[in-house]
Structures are given as structure tokens and as C-alpha cells.
């Protein structure tokens, strides 16, 4: 840690119309393990908490100071304005640099030190590229700034999912899976698994692309020509590896019983089956960076933001999750 024994962790509340300005309102309704720092407007929040009838202490983040343990109630703001005021529901453009100079603080800031991990709020892609800025996902973009090759993995009890390619359109999926990518991919998820999450020898079931995983080239070569080449080759490396499996079978008993995580070979493949068994109680990591980066598993919600309903549980899981890799270093 960059710090004492005190743990500081950035958090971005993300899109000012959805739940996240709430659920970060929220989470300091109750002592914290660490120094929470939200990267937010402190008139969003003001304004939020009054919504919610939740009591809360602004105080402005001092980087010169010592982290100290979060109280409840009191919230620790690094400042950033937004462009318009912010109305629960109504996604405005105009507040779309906002989102990502928050994101840009906490990243650089996990770069210098400054903190010790970062977590991300719900974001609305459409309206950040409705505002003229080409932007994938927190994934891609934090990646952008830290480096790295990014490796989007989710997790919930009993489950983790790893992609092999992340936001991106089905058409575009098959030629992504090229050896060079499936090789990366593979390698920082085996040495991910190592070095953050300390197991000795990780098992990884990777998924086919194809129907029946390709049923012997009758439903697509993928398998053949590419994924089953690199599983070869990195298991000569001392890679665990099983695979590739039917998409429709990996995620069964039979197989997940013994595994350490999955790899699925695009979004919708996966993440699916994560969220059937863990949504609102699952985390969203990004391996593959020199910095920690965990995220909620959901999205902006806008028709609840304000109402008080929004569901604390992941970004709870999220918190614990980037405080349990940033105080267990690798």
C-alpha cells in the first residue's frame, strides 16, 4: 500500500442521473474498514442525500493528511463540477466529461500512489458517446490511461468469468479471437488468479466459440485453427487449462465444481450465467493493469435514482473485493 495500514480506495459515482450518487450516499451511512475519497461533485451529493433523507458531513479531500478510517456519515469528496445540474432520470451530454475526468483522477491517482485501488459507479455509454467521446467501457478507457492489456473479469460467490474479448459487436467477435489475444488473455488471467487472489495453480475451463465447440469444424474452425493451438501450447508452459467445452455445458456442476474460473470467448456468452446466479451480489474486476480497478455489476438505473430503492450489494461486494487485493499484495 502506498499509505499506513489505513487502506485509501478512489470511487467514481459514474453517470450523475443514475443510482450512483446515491449508493455512494449509501455506503458511508455506516463506519468504513478504510478511507473512502468519492470523486464527485459535493452540490450532486448535497442534493442527492437530501432526496434520500440521509444525513451526510462533505468534507474536501486534503492529499497531504494522512488516511484515517471512514466514519459513518461523513463523506470525503475530491471535488469535480458538473457542466449542468444533474436531475434524477435525465441523462444530459453536457455532464459527459464530467463522468470521465472522475474516472481520470481515480485512475492517475492509483498511478501516483495516491490511492491504493479504485471503484467504479454505473456509467451510461450511449450518452458519453452521444457527447462525441468514443468510449467502449470503463475497461477500455481506464486501460487507456494505466496501460496494460485489460481483462474484464466478474465474480460472485462459487463463480468467476472472464472474457476473452469484451464490448463488442457479434459480427466483430470471431476475428478478435486471433492466438496473440487468446494467448494474452490466458496468460494475465492464470497470472491474475496467482498473484491477486493467491491460488497455487488456478484451473481454468475455457469455452468454445461455436455451438458443441465447433462440433470437429462442422460449426465453425475457431476451435480448431486457433483456440485449441494456444490451450496446447500453454499447457506445455504449466498452464492449467481444460477446454475448449460447449459453452452450454462449461457452466455446469460437472465442470464448475473443480474450476477456478471460466473464459468465455464474448460478453454474452458468459456474463449471462454470472448474473443469473449473482446479480446485485457480484463484482466486476479488471485484470491485467498495474492498478487494482473493480466495478458494480450493473447498470445506471435511472428510474430509481433518487427513490432510496437502489441496491447497495454490489458496490459493497465491490468495495470489499478492491480493499481484500489492495491490503493482500502480490
Keep these: 500500500m502506498a499509505?499506513?495500514?489505513i487502506t485509501r480506495i478512489a470511487l467514481t459515482p459514474g453517470e450523475p442521473a443514475g443510482i450512483g450518487p446515491d449508493l455512494c450516499i449509501q455506503l458511508v451511512q455506516q463506519d468504513l474498514p478504510c478511507q473512502l475519497i468519492v470523486i464527485a461533485s459535493p452540490e450532486l451529493?448535497?442534493?442527492?442525500?437530501?432526496?434520500?433523507?440521509?444525513?451526510?458531513?462533505?468534507n474536501e479531500f486534503d492529499s497531504s493528511l494522512p488516511p484515517t478510517l471512514q466514519a459513518a456519515g461523513c463523506l470525503t469528496v475530491l471535488p469535480v463540477e458538473l457542466a449542468e445540474p444533474a436531475l434524477c432520470g435525465e441523462l444530459n451530454p453536457l455532464n459527459s466529461r464530467y463522468v470521465l475526468k472522475t474516472i481520470t483522477k481515480a485512475a492517475k491517482g492509483c498511478m501516483d500512489g495516491l490511492f491504493d485501488a479504485m471503484v467504479t459507479g454505473p456509467v451510461h455509454k450511449g450518452v458519453i458517446?452521444?457527447?462525441?467521446?468514443?468510449f467502449s467501457g470503463h475497461t477500455e478507457y481506464i486501460a487507456g490511461i494505466?496501460?496494460?492489456?485489460?481483462?474484464?473479469?466478474?465474480?460472485?460467490?462459487g463463480l468467476r468469468v472472464a472474457l476473452a474479448t469484451t464490448?463488442?459487436?457479434l459480427a466483430d467477435v470471431s476475428p478478435a479471437i486471433t492466438h496473440t489475444r487468446l494467448r494474452a488473455?490466458?496468460?494475465?488471467?492464470?497470472?491474475?488468479?496467482r498473484s491477486r487472489f493467491h491460488l497455487d495453480n488456478p484451473k481454468i475451463l475455457v469455452c468454445g466459440l461455436n455451438p458443441h465447440a465447433g462440433e470437429n469444424g462442422h460449426l465453425g474452425r475457431e476451435e480448431i485453427d486457433i483456440i485449441v493451438p494456444v490451450l496446447e501450447g500453454?499447457?506445455?508452459q504449466g498452464l492449467n487449462l481444460q477446454g475448449p467445452l460447449p459453452a452450454d455445458t462449461a457452466f455446469t456442476a460437472k465442470y464448475l465444481d473443480s474450476?477456478?474460473?471460466?473464459?468465455a470467448m464474448y460478453h454474452d456468452q458468459g456474463l449471462p450465467v454470472l448474473k443469473y446466479q449473482g446479480f446485485g451480489q457480484a463484482v466486476n474486476i479488471t485484470l491485467g493493469l498495474p492498478i487494482i480497478r473493480t466495478s458494480v455489476d450493473h447498470g445506471t438505473a435511472l428510474d430509481l435514482a433518487g427513490t432510496g430503492n437502489a441496491d447497495l450489494g454490489s458496490l459493497s461486494f465491490a468495495l470489499q473485493t478492491a480493499l481484500t487485493m489492495a491490503t493482500n499484495p502480490f
Design 259 to 263: 474450476a477456478d474460473a471460466v473464459l
Design 234 to 236: 500453454l499447457r506445455l
Design 185 to 193: 488473455v490466458l496468460r494475465i488471467l492464470d497470472h491474475d488468479l
Design 146 to 157: 494505466a496501460g496494460g492489456h485489460p481483462v474484464m473479469m466478474l465474480a460472485t460467490k
Design 3 to 5: 499509505h499506513n495500514t
Design 129 to 134: 458517446n452521444d457527447a462525441g467521446f468514443a
Design 167 to 169: 464490448h463488442l459487436a
Design 45 to 58: 451529493l448535497r442534493q442527492r442525500a437530501e432526496q434520500l433523507g440521509l444525513a451526510i458531513q462533505i
